[in-house]
């Protein structure tokens, strides 16, 4: 088996066994991998308190066929700040969540690897606007993924939203805004304000950490959001459970 260094964010930690656990991290260099940390739960183990769920961490391990196995790990950032805050919580589980969704596979891209320490980074240093932040790093990671949402044309016709007769919608499996005209049935296909549209352009253009704090529209751009990773998501596994892991808030 091969022995490798990295750096990897600690997506999930399930346990496993009597004092195991099966880990899911980013890592810089192979993507989003799977792996066990023996013994981690015993009250001697040299690394538990260091893989936490949302850690940020330097980690050695062996390469296995379906998991590695860590034997060596440092902290470098906690993100304490986000377990022990409901609301942040929350979020960084959605993050979590189109993480997993969009970014399967073996291949590593530090290009996710950096959205999302900014954007658990951007969790921990404000005091509002989290669900902003989430629906943020959900367009950010579909553009990086290869489904970048089409905001600035209707998929249907190509006419500019602002030069229609204001009715917009959005189509998730479509990818994009539909005007009236190009409007399909399709029982996921739903209206969208203007205003909507320029918020998620906004978090587009945006660098994560500034990103507003407030939740203006916040409901409505998130359901754009969602509904996007989740029609563009392999085998749709946002329908499935992926909290960063078992851990109860204080």
């Given at each position: ?17 009597e004092a195991?656990?099966?880990l ?6 192979a ?10 739960r ?6 538990g308190?260091?893989l ?15 998991l590695?196995?860590v ?22 589980a ?8 969009l970014s399967?596979g ?21 005091d509002?606007?989290f ?7 959900g ?6 993924a290869?489904?970048a949402?089409?905001?600035d ?7 500019v939203p602002e030069e ?10 479509l990818g994009?805004?539909?005007?009236a ?23 587009i253009?945006?660098?994560?950490r ?17 509904s ?22 204080a």
């Amino acid at each position: 088996m091969a022995v490798y260094k990295s750096k990897g964010i600690v997506l999930r930690s399930i346990r496993y066994g009597e004092a195991d656990r099966i880990l899911d991290l980013y890592t810089q260099d192979a993507g989003l991998v799977s792996a066990i940390a023996k013994g981690i739960r015993r009250t001697k183990s040299r690394f538990g308190a260091r893989l936490e769920p949302l850690s940020c961490v330097d980690f050695v391990a062996y390469q296995g066929r379906t998991l590695h196995t860590v034997t060596q790990a440092e902290t470098l950032r906690s993100f304490h700040g986000i377990r022990e805050d409901l609301a942040r919580f929350d979020a960084a589980a959605g993050i979590v969540r189109t993480v997993r969704a969009l970014s399967g596979g073996d291949e590593a891209d530090r290009r996710v690897f950096n959205l999302l320490y900014h954007g658990l980074d951007s969790l921990e240093s404000r005091d509002a606007g989290f669900g902003t932040v989430e629906a943020a790093f959900g367009l950010k990671l579909s553009m990086l993924a290869g489904y970048a949402p089409q905001l600035d044309a209707c998929v249907g016709c190509e006419a500019v939203p602002e030069e229609t007769d204001g009715r917009l919608y959005f189509a998730p499996n479509l990818g994009g805004v539909l005007c009236a005209e190009c409007r399909t049935e399709s029982a996921d296909t739903f209206p969208i304000p203007l205003e909507v549209l320029d918020r998620l352009r906004a978090l587009i253009r945006n660098p994560i950490r500034d990103v507003p704090t407030d939740e203006i529209l916040g409901e409505s751009v998130r359901r754009v959001v969602r509904s996007h990773v989740l029609a563009h998501a392999p085998g749709n596994l946002l329908l499935g459970p992926s909290t960063p892991g078992t851990r109860r808030l204080a």
